[in-house]
C-alpha cells in the first residue's frame, strides 16, 4: 500500500493532494503563518498586557491565560477556513481546479485531502499562537502557563479544524465571486468568532447578552480549548465536545453535498 | 492486446437549460489513430471533450475510456486519459517540474522524475524546470499544459485548440510531437481550427456543427468525396467545348474546369471533348479539407 515507488491510484493521489495543500501555505509562509503569528502577539500585547489587568473574566486565572486559550483556537480556525477556502478560490480563478476533476482523485478524497491540509496549517499557527502566549505568560508572571489536558486540547484543535477546514471548502466552492467570499469572513464568521468569547467570558456580558451568546456555537468550541488549557470554562464540557462533533458531521454533509454538484470550472 | 476501444461515445447529449450544446452524438475513436474534430466555434468540440473528462456533466448517453465508463469506474478511466484544455492554466506560486510532480502524483506516480525530464526536454521546457507558470511564454505555457497531459503516460490524449494562438514554428513542432505520440501507440483526439493541418496529421475527421456531427469518416475519403478539383487548362487556340457540365470560366485560351475528386481526369477531359493536340498546358489544384469542411456546415443551408 505504502510502496511510492509503483503507480498506485486508490492512495498515491490523495497524499499528492495532501502534500500539494501543505506546500501551497508553506511557499508563502510570510502571509499564512508569520502574518497569523503577529497578529495574535499584537493581541497580546494590547489585550493581555495592557489592558488585561482591568478585565476581570470571573476566572481563577489571570486575564492574559484566559485570552492566550482563545486566540489558540481563534487562529487555528480562521487558517484552517483560509487555507481550503483560499486554496479552492484561486483555483478557480488560475483553473487549477479543474485538474482535481480530470484525474483520478473522487469527492471523498478531494474533501479530505484539502481539510487534512487545511488541519495541519490550522494546528501549526495555534502552536505558533500558543508559543508566542508562553513567551508574553513566562515575562509577566515568571513561569509557563500549565496546559489542564493535552488530549482535550488535541481534540478540540482537530475537531475545530477540520470543521472549519470543511466550512472553507463549502463556502468557497459556492462563491461565485471574490467579494461573496470575503463578505461571508466579514459579515459571518469574524463576529461569531470575535463574540464567541475569545476576548471576554459571558460573566462579562448581561443575562440578555448571555443568552444570545449561546447560540453562537463558536463560543463552545472556544470554551472547549479554554477548558483544555484552563481546567474551566464558561459552558460545560460535554456541551463543547457536542457542538464540535455535531457541527464536523454537519458541514462534512454540506460539503460533500456541494461538491457532486459543483462545477469545478474555473472563473 | 486491448480490444476495448480508445474511446467509445454512445448517444452523447448535453443540454444547459433549453438549449442543446451537444445532440445525440456517438462515434467511437479506433487504437493509434489521431482524430480531429472539426467545428465552426460553439459548435460542441469543447462541451463535448469536457464531456469525456467529466468537467461537464453529460445529460444524457455513454463514454467509455478503454472500456471503462467515465462515471461508473471513474478513476481506470481517468488514468487513461491525458487532457490539455483550451485555456492555459496557471499555478500560482509553483514551479514547472514541481508542477508536474503534483500532477504525476496525482495519477498515483510518486516517483517519475525520469519521465517528468525525458518530457521537459522534449518539449524545450528543460532550462525553464524552475521558472513559474506566469514567467513562462505563452507557448511555453501550451507545451507545460501539454507535458501535464503526459505525466502518466495516457493511452488516448485529448487535445483542445492545443495550437490555438501558437506560431508557426511552435505548431509544426507540437504536431511533430503529436505524430511521434501516435507512433508510440497513443490514440488522439484532437480539436482545431486550422483545417490544413487536420488534414496533414488526422487518419479520420469528425465534423461537428451546432452540436451534432455532421460527418465522420478517414479524412481522404471525405475530401474526395466532398472537394473539388481544379484543372486550369491552357490551348494553343481558341477552342469550342462540346460539353461545359465541369467548365468554370473561360478566358481567351484559358479554360477552369471545376469537377468533384471523385472523379478521374481523364474521364472529365474527354467527356469535355477537348482534343489533347490543343493542349499546352495542364495545371491541377486538389481540393483542400476547408472546402469539403465549408460544404458540410452549409449542407443545412443549401
Same mark, same amino acid.
Given at each position: 500500500?505504502?510502496?511510492?515507488?509503483?503507480?498506485?491510484?486508490?492512495?498515491?493521489?490523495?497524499?499528492?493532494?495532501?502534500?500539494?495543500?501543505?506546500?501551497?501555505?508553506?511557499?508563502?509562509?510570510?502571509?499564512?503563518?508569520?502574518?497569523?503569528?503577529?497578529?495574535?502577539?499584537?493581541?497580546?500585547?494590547?489585550?493581555?498586557?495592557?489592558?488585561?489587568? !482591568?478585565?476581570? /473574566?470571573? @476566572?481563577?486565572?489571570?486575564? $492574559? *491565560? &484566559? =485570552?492566550?486559550?482563545?486566540?489558540?483556537?481563534?487562529?487555528? %480556525?480562521?487558517n484552517s477556513f483560509q487555507n481550503t477556502s483560499s486554496s479552492i478560490i484561486s483555483g478557480k480563478f488560475s483553473g487549477d481546479l479543474e485538474d482535481l476533476k480530470v484525474v483520478p482523485l473522487s469527492s471523498q478524497q478531494?474533501?479530505?485531502?484539502?481539510?487534512?491540509?487545511?488541519?495541519?496549517?490550522?494546528?501549526?499557527?495555534?502552536?505558533?499562537?500558543?508559543?508566542?502566549?508562553?513567551?508574553?505568560y513566562y515575562f509577566t508572571f515568571g513561569e509557563f502557563l500549565e496546559i489542564h489536558s493535552w488530549p482535550a486540547l488535541i481534540f478540540f484543535l482537530f475537531f475545530g479544524a477540520?470543521?472549519?477546514?470543511?466550512?472553507?471548502?463549502?463556502?468557497?466552492?459556492?462563491?461565485?465571486?471574490?467579494?461573496?467570499? !470575503?463578505?461571508? /469572513?466579514? @459579515?459571518?464568521?469574524?463576529? $461569531? *468568532? &470575535? =463574540?464567541?468569547?475569545?476576548?471576554?467570558?459571558?460573566?462579562? %456580558?448581561?443575562?440578555?447578552?448571555?443568552?444570545?451568546?449561546?447560540?453562537?456555537?463558536?463560543?463552545?468550541?472556544?470554551?472547549?480549548?479554554?477548558?483544555?488549557?484552563?481546567?474551566?470554562?464558561?459552558?460545560?464540557?460535554?456541551?463543547?465536545?457536542?457542538?464540535?462533533?455535531?457541527?464536523?458531521?454537519?458541514?462534512?454533509?454540506?460539503?460533500v453535498l456541494t461538491i457532486s454538484r459543483s462545477q469545478f470550472k474555473r472563473w | 492486446m486491448n480490444m476495448e476501444k480508445?474511446?467509445?461515445?454512445?448517444?452523447?447529449?448535453?443540454?444547459?437549460?433549453?438549449?442543446?450544446?451537444?445532440?445525440?452524438?456517438?462515434?467511437?475513436?479506433?487504437?493509434g489513430e489521431i482524430f480531429g474534430l472539426l467545428g465552426p466555434n460553439g459548435a460542441g468540440k469543447t462541451t463535448l471533450i469536457s464531456c469525456i473528462v467529466t468537467l461537464e456533466k453529460m445529460s444524457s448517453g455513454s463514454i467509455s475510456v478503454l472500456g471503462s465508463d467515465v462515471y461508473e469506474d471513474s478513476k481506470q478511466a481517468k488514468i487513461n486519459l491525458g487532457y490539455v484544455p483550451q485555456e492555459v492554466i496557471n499555478h500560482g506560486y509553483f514551479t514547472v517540474e514541481e508542477i508536474l510532480g503534483f500532477y504525476s502524483g496525482y495519477f498515483g506516480i510518486l516517483q517519475n522524475k525520469e519521465h517528468i525530464t525525458y518530457l521537459l526536454k522534449k518539449l524545450a521546457l528543460y532550462e525553464h524546470k524552475d521558472k513559474k507558470v506566469k514567467q513562462l511564454s505563452g507557448g511555453m505555457k501550451r507545451r507545460l499544459m501539454i507535458a501535464k497531459a503526459l505525466v502518466h503516460k495516457p493511452k488516448l490524449l485529448l487535445l483542445d485548440e492545443p495550437t490555438a494562438g501558437v506560431d508557426i514554428e511552435l505548431r509544426n513542432s507540437l504536431w511533430e510531437f503529436v505524430l511521434e505520440l501516435k507512433a508510440?501507440?497513443?490514440?488522439?483526439?484532437?480539436?482545431?481550427?486550422?483545417?490544413?493541418?487536420?488534414?496533414?496529421?488526422?487518419?479520420?475527421?469528425?465534423v461537428i456543427s451546432k452540436g451534432e456531427l455532421k460527418k465522420i469518416g478517414k479524412t481522404s475519403d471525405l475530401i474526395s468525396e466532398l472537394t473539388f478539383r481544379t484543372l486550369e487548362v491552357e490551348t494553343t487556340g481558341k477552342v469550342e467545348l462540346q460539353n461545359t457540365e465541369y467548365l468554370k470560366k473561360q478566358e481567351g485560351n484559358k479554360l477552369t474546369l471545376e469537377f468533384p475528386s471523385s472523379l478521374k481526369i481523364g474521364e472529365v477531359i474527354s467527356s469535355t471533348g477537348l482534343d489533347l493536340n490543343s493542349v499546352a498546358d495542364l495545371q491541377l489544384k486538389e481540393g483542400s479539407l476547408e472546402d469539403a469542411f465549408l460544404k458540410i456546415l452549409n449542407q443545412g443551408r443549401m
Open positions: 500500500m505504502f510502496d511510492f515507488s509503483k503507480q498506485n491510484i486508490s492512495t498515491h493521489p490523495f497524499i499528492m493532494l495532501f502534500w500539494k495543500e501543505i506546500r501551497r501555505y508553506l511557499k508563502v509562509m510570510v502571509q499564512t503563518v508569520v502574518t497569523p503569528a503577529i497578529n495574535s502577539g499584537l493581541y497580546l500585547l494590547i489585550f493581555g498586557v495592557s489592558l488585561g489587568s !482591568s478585565i476581570d /473574566t470571573g @476566572f481563577d486565572t489571570p486575564y $492574559l *491565560a &484566559f =485570552l492566550i486559550s482563545g486566540l489558540i483556537m481563534m487562529s487555528c %480556525l480562521n478531494i474533501i479530505w485531502a484539502m481539510c487534512l491540509g487545511g488541519v495541519t496549517r490550522g494546528v501549526m499557527v495555534s502552536s505558533v499562537t500558543m508559543l508566542v502566549g508562553q513567551v508574553f477540520l470543521s472549519y477546514a470543511k466550512l472553507g471548502m463549502f463556502v468557497a466552492f459556492l462563491a461565485k465571486t471574490f467579494d461573496q467570499m !470575503s463578505a461571508v /469572513t466579514a @459579515f459571518v464568521l469574524q463576529p $461569531l *468568532a &470575535f =463574540l464567541g468569547g475569545v476576548f471576554f467570558s459571558l460573566n462579562n %456580558l448581561s443575562p440578555f447578552w448571555q443568552k444570545v451568546a449561546l447560540f453562537n456555537p463558536v463560543l463552545y468550541l472556544i470554551s472547549g480549548v479554554r477548558y483544555s488549557i484552563l481546567g474551566q470554562s464558561d459552558v460545560s464540557l460535554m456541551s463543547s465536545v457536542m457542538v464540535a462533533i455535531v457541527s464536523l458531521v454537519l458541514f462534512h454533509i454540506i460539503v | 480508445p474511446l467509445k461515445i454512445k448517444n452523447l447529449s448535453k443540454n444547459y437549460g433549453d438549449f442543446s450544446a451537444v445532440k445525440d452524438v456517438s462515434f467511437d475513436l479506433e487504437d508510440s501507440g497513443t490514440t488522439v483526439l484532437l480539436t482545431t481550427h486550422y483545417l490544413e493541418e487536420a488534414e496533414s496529421l488526422c487518419d479520420r475527421i469528425g
